[in-house]
């Protein structure tokens, strides 16, 4: 749908993301990127909080040399649930006010080297609106049912193995995460007879290995389908998932992240013992369900 004719001509789009240091996050979101722009008509641009390019503030500055006169540029997250960075750290590299205190620093005195601290300041006089994250939306459904359709195609069980259903999200201190992800679990559990369930990779509970038991202890299960809930690829769904999984070789692995947030820490990453057959899609990704998700992000605000 072209929203184009909606818009200002002097109106530009950034896609915000979080930023890696793997090579997967950046080329996932440049085709997320050209598929909004096909799909809506409009001048648009990645704007990384952090690590990778453009920052938030670069992709402002590209944006001006795009468009003549731009006077209003929508700040589109291209996050699946509310939290510290859709809360604070986006408005903050925005420049926009937080919407929230800042628990990693309640008296916003960031530390020299964050990177809220270092990041370049925008240099926009024009509007800027910072929308909400994507949430629990009905099409992230029909995502998640078209990754079980993908793998369940490459199963070496039959037709009438019995197969359960868990999706997988990253967790977090804060509630927001798990409250996404139980509404969207609660939704896709209405969709489905098969026995299903959601665990966390991280931070919150149940864990992966605990989903997992309760799961085929309760239920005859042959095969099990594991749903990475995450927008693009990276350590997580390559490396910390998997493992968990059993799907990597054995090795002992345990490994410290500093992600920047004012904290380290250490994933958990026992395997769990299911001797079924395991089938592991891939995260959402620049599908085209998820274009049409943003579209229907910026016409809700047109």
Do not use: Q, W
């Not at 420049?95 to 809220?116: A, F, M, T």
């Not at 609106?129 to 793998?151: A, Q, Y």
């Not at 679990?185 to 997992?212: A, Q, R, V, W, Y």
């Not at 899609?281 to 049409?292: F, H, K, M, R, Y």
Request: aromatic share 6%.
């Amino acid at each position: 749908m072209d929203t184009n004719s909606k818009l200002s001509n002097n109106t530009a789009i950034i896609l915000v993301s979080h930023g890696s240091s793997l090579p997967y996050a950046e080329v996932t979101f440049t085709e997320i990127k050209e598929k909004f722009i096909k799909a809506t008509g409009l001048p648009t641009e990645i704007g990384y909080m952090k690590v990778s390019s453009p920052s938030i503030a670069g992709a402002v500055e590209i944006l001006k040399e795009e468009v003549d006169d731009l006077d209003k540029i929508i700040a589109l997250p291209v996050f699946l649930a509310p939290g510290i960075h859709t809360n604070i750290d986006i408005p903050t590299l925005l420049g926009l006010e937080p919407l929230e205190v800042d628990p990693r620093c309640p008296d916003g005195n960031y530390p020299d080297d964050h990177y809220l601290s270092i990041a370049d300041d925008v240099d926009f006089d024009g509007e800027i609106e910072l929308l909400g994250p994507i949430g629990p939306r009905d099409k992230l459904l029909n995502i998640i049912d078209k990754r079980i359709d993908e793998v369940l195609a490459d199963s070496e069980l039959g037709e009438d193995a019995k197969t359960g259903i868990l999706l997988v999200s990253h967790g977090s201190r804060l509630n927001y995460n798990k409250e996404f992800t139980t509404a969207l679990f609660n939704k896709f559990e209405k969709t489905t007879d098969l026995p299903s369930s959601f665990g966390f990779m991280e931070l919150c509970g149940p864990s992966i290995p605990e989903s997992i038991n309760k799961l085929t202890d309760d239920n005859e299960i042959d095969r099990l389908v594991v749903v990475p809930v995450f927008i693009a690829p990276g350590m997580h769904t390559t490396h910390d998932i998997p493992h968990i999984l059993g799907l990597l070789e054995a090795h002992e692995h345990e490994h410290s992240h500093d992600h920047g947030h004012g904290h380290d820490h250490t994933h958990d990453l026992t395997p769990v013992e299911f001797e079924g057959e395991i089938l592991y899609p891939e995260p959402i990704g620049a599908d085209d369900i998820l274009i049409d998700i943003l579209v229907d992000m910026i016409n809700e605000k047109l």
